[in-house]
């Protein structure tokens, strides 16, 4: 610090050195402060700068090292900008919010088609203790097994498409949610608690992808989060569950029909940012459990299974009475 304090005092060229650095800084903050008015025209650009915006932070270290190398008062001022926007977006995720009440516990998993040992897969996501479990991305060719292997701790359970519930408690009312595929990728079932009826819906958002000659493709994935937030937007139950891989984070302006009406249990009350793909190196929370109408305690990542995503859980309070 000696070394690259050393000779500031009385250089007047500490405010013209940097300007660049000031600029990029001064960009920096504007991409994270109206990352909502990036348009979606050309690529989807708005919605690939909000899946990864928190990556952006850090830039803030790499702009004030190097504001100290090039000995830049300017640079260094200018880099204080973009840190307060990134601590006024996700400074609250950097503590801990989780509690150690709630009457409900339950888990999403997308457990890839491709996953090599389904078995083991089950098993793992099973012994979390979840109360209601759901899996994505389910090959019919692997039902059986996946039955099998969790039918000693859910006694109830359905299987929609290439989604599926499983419950310890009673389930009712199972059906598809047309999510405009013209495949079956999302269900609902009504599951009768100790604490009374919750709907839970599963969903499997379309895929998206980063083409270069296409930027960030996504407008199967929109279409269906639209039809997804109608089906919850008329849902007469009063407390609401949804688990999935929606294939999009919270900041993701396209999800907006879901999210403006339901809860993040992570942003609620989870420890960090909760990311959840890809397993090998989690840079994206894309798995959500989401609620309307109950309290969400606690939620965390589960350990890494067979599947490229890591299966998120969460603890939510039921009886909201007292």
Do not use: C
Not at 3 to 17: A, E, K, M, V, Y
Not at 162 to 183: C, E, F, H, N, R
Not at 240 to 269: E, F, H, K, P
């Amino acid at each position: 610090m000696r070394r690259l304090f050393s000779g500031w005092r009385g250089d007047p060229r500490i405010w013209r050195r940097g300007i660049v650095l000031a600029v990029l800084a001064l960009l920096l903050a504007l991409v994270m402060l109206l990352h909502s008015h990036i348009s979606n025209k050309v690529g989807n650009l708005g919605s690939l700068t909000e899946t990864f915006l928190p990556w952006l932070g850090l830039a803030v270290p790499v702009l004030l090292l190097l504001g100290l190398i090039r000995k830049s008062a300017t640079a260094l001022i200018a880099v204080l900008l973009p840190a307060i926007v990134w601590l006024n977006l996700f400074g609250g995720l950097l503590t801990d919010k989780s509690g150690s009440g709630g009457d409900l516990m339950v888990a999403t998993h997308n457990v890839n088609a491709e996953n090599p040992d389904p078995p083991a897969t089950a098993r793992s996501v099973a012994s979390s203790g979840a109360e209601i479990l759901a899996l994505e991305e389910v090959p019919g060719s692997e039902v059986p097994v996946y039955e099998k292997a969790l039918a000693p701790t859910y006694q109830h359970h359905a299987v929609v498409g290439t989604v599926g519930l499983w419950s310890k408690y009673p389930m009712t009312d199972v059906q598809a949610v047309d999510i405009k595929l013209g495949w079956e990728r999302a269900m609902r079932a009504t599951v009768s608690t100790p604490k009374g009826q919750v709907a839970v819906y599963v969903a499997h958002m379309p895929s998206v992808r980063v083409k270069v000659e296409a930027g960030f493709t996504a407008r199967q994935r929109d279409t269906s989060a639209d039809a997804l937030g109608e089906a919850i937007a008329e849902e007469p139950l009063k407390r609401v569950v949804l688990l999935g891989d929606l294939n999009g984070t919270m900041n993701d302006r396209s999800l907006n029909g879901v999210t403006s009406q339901m809860r993040s249990t992570q942003g609620a009350a989870g420890s960090g940012f909760g990311f959840s793909w890809p397993a090998s190196f989690p840079m994206a929370r894309i798995d959500q459990i989401m609620v309307r109408g109950v309290e969400p305690e606690s939620s965390w990542t589960l350990p890494r299974t067979g599947s490229d995503h890591l299966p998120v859980a969460a603890r939510v309070k039921l009886d909201t009475s007292s």
